[in-house]
């Protein structure tokens, strides 16, 4: 069988630009379809960390150009960077800017950002046309509300198309704009529609993807369920329960090479499932790096996250006395929401050489978080996939999470059948309340006391396969089948 092409439009790729597990996700999908037989490269702004990160690339080739894109001209450039075959969209008026990818230092959106993912948009949609000679794509294949209009730019167009895939990474970030830029976003006004891009009187990014996509696709097969019903849906459970069949779950993988305990340089002390007690100077070493007493009889508990209500850390404030009360220890490493961090902060303070608490975006210490917690808290009140618990798996932290979306997809609750199965690698909560996340904690501070049930669950969480393989070869089929499809 051929090769398959497909072109995966995103707004973050790691290792180049990360906010989230997009990015993540992003990075590593390449490299794991390579071995299914298809051929995926990525088209990305030309945000600067990504020039620089071009800049180092052997050869940088120019491969088209566009006089007007959006208020000023652009480049569509060509290399390979940080092992990524890569398309990078240099429009200087558009990416050339600090900070992050979405917003400006004081979290504000920047105000053209209807205009720079339309662009990114466009510009996939013209790949997707075969504008760069020797890769025309069988299918393009986007990623969220930033990618959201390629399908519209590709269908209202009249040319022959390639089949097209919409993934979801979060229902919660939707890409709506004024309807009256609909001519500006070099829309036709036929787009205008329940069809096309019409979002309850707005102009809808993600909707249109959702509505015109010959597939859609969410990372985890629970949370495409749950975006069909009502709550989930968040207002878009209509669209996907009437296009049903062609809606799917593929749950995220992670990359075990920079997911490796027995191999990171990013940690203290390498060990495998065979030698999880070698995690100790980890432990140790997290303890010291966060402030809290070194211990090794303590519990510690890790988090690390966006702290956002998504992510249900309220309930993590709630229940410190409970971690506290078992000799339990809190490790904290997250960014984001104000009340959330002051409440962090605070415990710190007020429980000195027990919470530890570092604001920030740091990745080596969030590998570091990994291999030296007893238990990572996980306690979202929604969650499509998750990366943390697959990366807490693979570093033996027994994930403590909620029973929803990918969290309840990947993680075995061990439970008195599990364990006496011997197949439970965490422990799982529902509803997503403060006084069940108390009992689970006491549930899991029952197990880990119980020294021989403790190794044999994390000896189970390390030898579960996170890696991309299953999932890979499900998006080739995918692929494949739509190119099939599209061709008969
Ligand atoms: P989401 O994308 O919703 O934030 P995921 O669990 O899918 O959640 O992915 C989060 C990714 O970001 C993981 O790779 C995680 O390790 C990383 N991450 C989150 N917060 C931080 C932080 N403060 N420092 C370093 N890495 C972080
Ligand atoms: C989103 C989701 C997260 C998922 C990630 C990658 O950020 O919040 O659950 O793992 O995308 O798909």
């Known amino acids: 069988m051929a090769t398959t092409k497909v072109l995966s439009v995103v707004s973050e790729i790691y290792p180049l630009i990360k906010t989230g597990g997009l990015a993540d996700v992003a990075g590593a999908l390449p490299g794991a379809l390579a071995a299914e037989d298809v051929e995926m490269r990525t088209l990305v702004p030309g945000y600067p960390a990504v020039m620089t990160a071009l800049a180092e690339a052997e050869k940088v080739e120019k491969v088209f150009r566009l006089k007007d894109l959006f208020g000023g001209p652009a480049v569509v450039l060509a290399g390979r960077a940080k092992g990524l075959d890569l ?289 990572l808290l996980v306690p979202s009140r929604f969650e499509p996939c998750g990366l943390t618990q697959l990366c807490a798996l693979r570093y033996g932290a027994i994930p403590i999470v909620t029973r929803v979306g990918g969290l309840a997809d990947t993680i075995i609750d061990a439970n008195e059948m599990a364990l006496e199965a011997g197949v439970g690698t965490g422990v799982m909560f529902t509803p997503p309340h403060a006084d069940m996340f108390r009992a689970a904690i006491l549930r899991a501070a029952d197990l880990y006391r119980d020294g021989a049930t403790w190794r044999r669950l994390m000896k189970n969480a390390m030898r579960t396969d996170v890696s991309w393989r299953r999932s890979a070869a499900r998006y080739a089929k995918l692929y494949r089948d739509l190119v099939t499809e599209r061709n008969a």
């Open 87 to 375: 398309f990078v969209l240099d429009a200087p008026h558009l990416f050339d800017r600090p900070g992050n990818p979405y917003h400006d230092g004081d979290g504000e959106d920047w105000p053209d950002n209807p205009f720079r993912f339309a662009a990114l948009a466009r510009v996939g949609a013209e790949i997707g046309f075969g504008a760069i000679k020797g890769f025309r794509p069988d299918v393009v294949h986007t990623h969220d509300w930033q990618a959201g209009l390629t399908p519209a730019y590709l269908e209202y167009d009249g040319r022959p198309r390639p089949g097209t895939v919409a993934t979801v990474h979060n229902l919660a970030f939707q890409g709506q704009y004024p309807k009256d830029m609909l001519a500006d976003l070099r829309l036709p006004p036929h787009a205008w529609g329940v069809d096309g891009v019409e979002y309850y009187d707005t102009i809808g990014f993600l909707k249109s993807a959702l509505r015109m996509s010959d597939r859609v696709t969410t990372v985890s097969p629970t949370y495409a369920a749950e975006i069909r019903s009502g709550e989930g849906g968040m207002g878009l459970s209509g669209l996907l329960a009437g296009r049903a069949g062609v809606v799917s779950g593929i749950l995220n993988g992670i990359d075990t090479d920079v997911w490796d305990p027995a191999d990171d340089p990013l940690i203290a002390g390498h060990y495998d499932a065979s030698t999880p007690s070698s995690r100790r100077t980890n432990k140790s070493a997290l303890q010291k790096r966060f402030g809290i007493k070194v211990d090794r009889r303590a519990m510690v508990f890790g988090v690390v996250s966006r702290l956002s209500w998504q992510k249900g850390l309220d309930m993590v404030l709630e229940g410190i006395e409970t971690i506290l009360s078992v000799g339990g220890q809190l490790v904290l490493l997250g960014s984001g929401d104000r009340e959330l961090v002051d409440g962090f902060r605070h415990a710190a303070a007020a429980h000195p050489g027990r919470v530890g608490v570092m604001i920030g975006y740091d990745e080596s210490l969030a590998h570091q978080v990994q291999a030296g917690s007893d238990a």
